[in-house]
């Protein structure tokens, strides 16, 4: 029976169980209701999970947790992620296929050789200043860093620290406001997760069971339209169709155009999204210990080592994620892991000589749809309120705050408020 024939708890559904879909579920059990998840794969999580590589659980890609957004909602549903600091002083910038000290803190920047004393000082104003403002938003990151750095080659070396932050291969591919907002959360503080991303997807199902949710995996939703009593969803489990009503719907973590088509609506005007080419290796040890982050210049390249305090993989050994971010030109994939295999060579020569397990994943979703100054930017994004009455949507792409995690967590936020007031008027 729903809350509108007489019980007090309302029954909501949450269709998507990746991190998006997980957090929502909590926070809605957090509010009172009862909350289905229906996860179409068999293991929750969505890219956020470590699967095995070799015996081992490895988490997908390099991945940071930022102190902002994302880790707030965490925290305020009791989620808190322990992690280490990376140790950006250490890290080595490729340039022109050669490795160069780093200039990821403020006293590498303004001691590199790479910028003169004019540039270096227009660069640390910049990352030091920089924060989301409306006045962005007709700008992109290209032209924001060209309208406030003195050169080119200020431009290439900083944007090559905010690529790390931002994961886009270049700055013409989103506005200015999202990029300056990740510079922003980044100085709140970035964490590598320990146990991986896996230990956050382990302590929202742990949550998620104590609140009484149902995880139901294999459960793929088909549609959900608009019913008398409610959103009505139909979905495909166990090698049947089924079909329930509801009071309210979450739609959670979907790309812009797997949202669009459950709902039966016209695809929302998001733009394209982005995919990153990604290696991960586990070798027995690293041939060069002391390099253990890399970062691209000119190239959209990175290299990070999972701390030993982090580590999920091989006990005595290394556990190495490299990307490709994607800048927009078309490449292949066999160019994509060659290039990565190179940066290998270059950082940690002989790797071939330790290597245990190897993941390379050509295309993985690190964004569902780019902020970009043609479509308002981080402003210009979609709301959580869609047209089937009761039915909200969360996720990197919605609402007008961050990107990738920082924005599932406010879009959550936002989604939730949007549904206690819509439930309010059913009463």
Known sequence: MSARSGTAVRRVVVVGGGTAGLMTACAAARAGWRVT?????????????????????????????????????????????????????????????????????????????????????????????????????????????????????????????????????????????ALAGRVAAARSGVLYVDGGWQSVVDALLLLARRLGVEVRTGARAVAVTAADRGPRVRWAEGGEEREETWDAAFVAGLTPSGAARLLGEPEPGTGPGLSTACLDVVLDRLPVPAVSLVYGVETPVYLGAEPAAARTAHPQGAVLHLARFDDGTPR???????????????????????????????????????PHPSRGGLRGRPGPVTSVPGVFVTGDWVGGEGILLDAVGASTRQALDACRAYLRTED
């Open 37 to 177: 998840v229906l996860e179409s794969s068999r293991h929750p999580g969505g890219r956020a999970r470590g699967p095995a590589l070799g015996p081992h659980p490895v988490t997908l890609g390099p991945r940071a947790l930022y102190k902002s957004s994302g880790w707030r909602m965490l925290r305020r549903l009791g989620v808190r992620p322990r992690g280490v600091t990376p140790a950006m002083g250490e890290a080595r910038a490729l340039r022109q296929g050669d490795l160069v000290p780093g200039y990821a803190t403020p006293q590498g920047l303004l001691t590199t050789p790479l910028l003169s004393v004019r540039e270096r000082l227009a660069a640390a104003g910049l990352l030091g200043l920089a924060r989301p403002t409306p006045g962005l938003a007709p700008f992109t990151g290209e032209q924001w860093l060209e309208r406030r750095l003195p050169s080119a080659r200020a431009a290439e070396t900083v944007f090559a620290l905010m690529r790390m932050m931002a994961y886009a291969g270049s700055p013409a591919q989103l506005g200015a406001d």
């Open 332 to 370: 292949s994939a066999t160019d994509n892991r060659k290039e990565l295999e190179q940066l290998l060579d270059v950082a940690q020569p002989g790797w071939r000589r330790h290597l245990v397990e190897e993941r390379f994943m050509p295309r993985m979703r690190t964004m569902g749809a780019l």
